[in-house]
């Protein structure tokens, strides 16, 4: 694994927790649309009874999951910031802590650290090649 992948984890798993939020959404607006419908007719055994338990369960389960992703992404992120407090560099500190932990762009880090794109992609490059990792 290399360095920038190291320092991504938190990144992607904060992209699939809002991934499962944005699932329950639109499971609650499903829920919502769910209505019963009244019938004599016979149903067949196998066929679940309530399509609005169904959904309640599968959010639940959601959320439960979530739960879990966010325990794991507290955890990623207290190693990622030991990682890059062992950096010998407060600016390269700074940049690693603006692009893996606050997830800000190159231009809102430029504009933070007061220089250029550019500048900040090369100091990005020192602070990679810095970064020690267990």
Same mark, same amino acid.
């Given at each position: 694994m290399t360095a920038k992948e190291y320092l991504s984890q938190a990144y992607r798993l904060d992209q699939r927790i809002n991934s499962k939020l944005e699932q329950?959404?639109?499971?609650?607006?499903?829920?919502? &649309?769910?209505? /019963?419908? #009244?019938? *004599?007719?016979?149903? /067949?055994?196998?066929?679940?009874? /309530?399509?609005?338990? *169904?959904?309640?369960? &599968? #959010?639940? *389960?959601l959320k439960n999951q979530i739960a879990e992703d966010m325990d794991r992404l507290i955890d990623i992120k207290v190693q990622i910031a030991h990682t890059i407090k062992a950096v010998d560099h407060v600016e390269l500190q700074l940049l690693l802590e603006l692009r893996y932990l606050c997830y800000h762009t190159w231009e809102q880090i430029a504009i933070e650290m007061n220089c250029t794109v550019r500048n900040v992609q090369l100091l990005h490059g020192k602070a990679l090649e810095r970064i020690k990792f267990i």
């Open positions: 329950i959404r639109t499971l609650n607006e499903l829920a919502a &649309k769910t209505t /019963s419908t #009244i019938s *004599d007719m016979p149903k /067949s055994p196998s066929m679940s009874q /309530s399509k609005m338990a *169904d959904t309640v369960v &599968k #959010i639940a *389960d």
